[in-house]
């Protein structure tokens, strides 16, 4: 028995070394945030690394520094209010995570990527568009070096582009600080079970959370608005409006036309690529994944009761004398008057052109 005992210890002392050695590669490597997403999953996540210094603004105009968030739990994630692409889905992300932990002691933070124009006022327009109520999320002004720091600390990418849809491309990764301010994981927010995992791993930091709220709760009105279609379907400009779609004829980029009847709808929410509709800046996400056979169900049937919209969906398309992407011409279009009117499908080319408007004539 005491051999037995023995033996038990020294293979327990040899597998906390192992576990103590592979951290300490991890820890001493230059990896990118990307090999931690890859990581196996365990329900009790190890310490991978220290998090960054910082001290930013939330868009409550309270200072946030590192160590005011020391003594409990966050997740964070990286975005900038005026990006068209991944963060309406990477915030709709995080606001369903907010839902799916109510009253749990913890923080959500967005640092923001774009520190020229991501003002305490913007973010807090932004926070009040997407979870009014919401007390536990801060969304930060970084400053150019703050945000170069925190890049370091976390181990993301944030780069301004030259030109395109976005001004910022930066990493799509969600974080999960401990209340001792370590890194315990990286998530990959892309991938349905790593996102998943991301809410177990929460749990298990703070203990007794509370269950999720049933999700059979959300009816399709609600779906809309939390997984973020009303964000780029309300403004025509940037998505086509819903309301009056089903039986309307829908000219796709390959200039093949369709009527869009229910099955059409649904390929449309889990795989937009394979019929996009003409005249669009922006790429619709694929909802594949993240959502069950009733809820993709609820949505198409919320959609097919929508009123059709006031604007006719049949407007001019201009193309953007920047990018070259097509502009829908609506109202609410962002335009310039040079002679002739230009549109742009996003401020930050309208931006471009104002600063040099003879380089794209
Ligand atoms: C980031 C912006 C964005 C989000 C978020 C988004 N969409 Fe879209 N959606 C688009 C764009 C742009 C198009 C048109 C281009 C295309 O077909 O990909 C589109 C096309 C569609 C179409 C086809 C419409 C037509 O006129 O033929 C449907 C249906 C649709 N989306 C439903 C949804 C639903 C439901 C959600 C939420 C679960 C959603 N979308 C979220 C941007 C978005």
């Known amino acids: 028995?005491?051999?037995?005992?023995?033996?038990?210890?020294?293979?327990?002392?040899?597998?906390?070394f192992i576990v103590l050695l592979s951290v300490k590669q991890i820890t001493r490597q230059p990896l990118e945030v990307e090999d931690f997403a890859h990581l196996p999953r365990s329900e009790s996540p190890a310490a991978l690394f220290p998090s960054p210094d910082f001290s930013f603004k939330a868009q409550t105009g309270e200072l946030v520094t590192k160590g005011s968030l020391i003594g409990q739990p966050y997740v964070a994630n990286f975005i900038f209010t005026t990006c068209r692409t991944v963060c309406p889905l990477l915030t709709s992300k995080m606001v369903r995570l907010q839902?799916?932990?109510?009253?749990?002691p913890m923080h959500f933070v967005s640092f923001s990527v774009d520190p020229e124009h991501d003002t305490v006022e913007a973010l807090a327009a932004y926070a009040k568009q997407w979870n009014a109520d919401e007390k536990r999320w801060l969304l930060l002004e970084t400053t150019t070096p703050g945000l170069a720091e925190i890049a370091r600390g976390f181990k993301i990418t944030a780069e301004r582009t030259d030109g395109g849809l976005d001004a910022v491309m930066h990493s799509?990764?969600?974080?999960?600080?401990?209340?001792y301010g370590v890194v315990r994981g990286v998530y990959n927010s892309e991938e349905t079970e790593d996102f998943k995992a991301l809410e177990r791993n929460v749990r298990t930091l703070v203990g007794n959370a509370p269950p999720p709220v049933a999700a059979k709760a959300r009816s399709g009105e609600v779906l809309f608005h939390e997984l973020s279609c009303a964000n780029c379907h309300e403004h025509p400009e940037l998505a086509p409006p819903l309301g009056g779609l089903s039986g309307q004829r829908r000219e796709l980029e390959t200039r093949l036309l369709v009527?869009?009847?229910?099955?059409?709808?649904?390929?449309?929410?889990l795989a937009p690529v394979a019929k996009r509709v003409a005249g669009y800046p922006l790429m619709m996400p694929s909802y594949?994944?993240?959502?069950?056979?009733?809820?993709?169900?609820?949505?198409?049937?919320?959609?097919?009761?929508?009123?059709p919209p006031i604007v006719s969906p049949d407007v001019a398309v201009e193309i953007d004398p920047v990018c070259h992407m097509k502009v829908r011409v609506?109202?609410?279009?962002?335009?310039?008057?040079a002679g002739t009117p230009k549109y742009f499908c996003s401020e930050w080319c309208k931006a471009r052109f104002a600063e040099n408007p003879d380089a794209y004539r």
């Open 288 to 307: 594949a994944g993240h959502l069950s056979t009733e809820e993709l169900d609820d949505l198409v049937k919320y959609i097919a009761a929508l009123p």
């Open 259 to 269: 009527t869009a009847d229910e099955a059409y709808v649904k390929e449309s929410i």
């Open 172 to 179: 799509a990764v969600f974080v999960l600080v401990d209340q």
């Open 1 to 16: 028995m005491k051999q037995l005992l023995v033996v038990l210890g020294v293979l327990g002392i040899s597998a906390s």
């Open 330 to 337: 609506t109202p609410n279009a962002l335009t310039v008057d």
């Open 99 to 104: 839902r799916n932990l109510p009253g749990v």
